[in-house]
């Protein structure tokens, strides 16, 4: 509500918006936040299922009869955890944040790419609902992170004009996504990297 209250003033000052952490959020809100055009800073990599974790939140907000019963597809929880599918259809702007390095001193780039598509760790799938798709997640890792932070003229995307920052892999991700293979993301790795149009990384051999 609050800030639906300043939007017509940061529109005004051409400043996003944005929420990050977003861990739970009722249907109403997720719609909300849709309509506002709010950009939401999801860490993807949580969107995976970590039993220990969620053993210690589940149980305080649904109510679980037993270890077997903790991932019950009817749960609250399980219906509106990371809601990156609802909020981007809403017209929510998703974008990819790391924590690092609180949660791990490698941001893990690629991990949190696969978690965005697969949210599974090969036996549970975590809201599987609020699963997106290789292009839309690929947009939360470049143009949308330049959107939020104003620099979208300069970075996010390849274009005539902008800076030329640009990272090759080992590995073509979107063909993963496209056949199947989501759950090989994670093991990509960079082979070169050329930042302002200097290529200050190159993988010997390549």
Do not use: C
């Not at 939007?7 to 051409?14: E, S, Y």
């Not at 509106?80 to 929510?92: D, F, L, M, Q």
């Amino acid at each position: 509500d609050e800030l639906g209250k300043v939007k017509n003033i940061a529109d005004g000052k051409h400043t996003s918006q944005s929420l990050a952490h977003v861990q739970i959020a009722h249907p109403s809100d997720q719609k909300r936040i849709g309509e506002l055009g709010i950009a939401v800073v999801f860490t993807f990599v949580w969107a995976n299922p970590s039993f220990q974790y969620e053993m210690m939140v589940i149980p305080f907000i649904d109510e679980v009869d037993g270890i077997e019963d903790l991932y019950n597809p009817d749960h609250y929880y399980m219906q509106n955890v990371y809601p990156a599918g609802s909020i981007h259809e809403a017209g929510g702007m998703l974008v990819n944040g790391s924590d690092a390095p609180v949660g791990s001193r490698d941001p893990m780039p690629f991990s949190s790419l696969q978690a965005a598509l697969y949210r599974s760790d090969g036996e549970v799938i975590l809201n599987p609902d609020q699963r997106i798709d290789i292009h839309t997640a690929i947009e939360s890792f470049t143009i949308n992170g330049a959107r939020v932070m104003g620099h979208d003229d300069q970075v996010g995307s390849i274009e005539v004009g902008k800076k030329a920052d640009i990272i090759a892999l080992s590995q073509n991700i979107v063909r993963l996504a496209e056949s199947g293979a989501t759950n090989q993301i994670s093991d990509t790795t960079v082979t070169l990297t050329v930042f302002d149009g200097e290529v200050i990384f190159e993988e010997p051999g390549i």
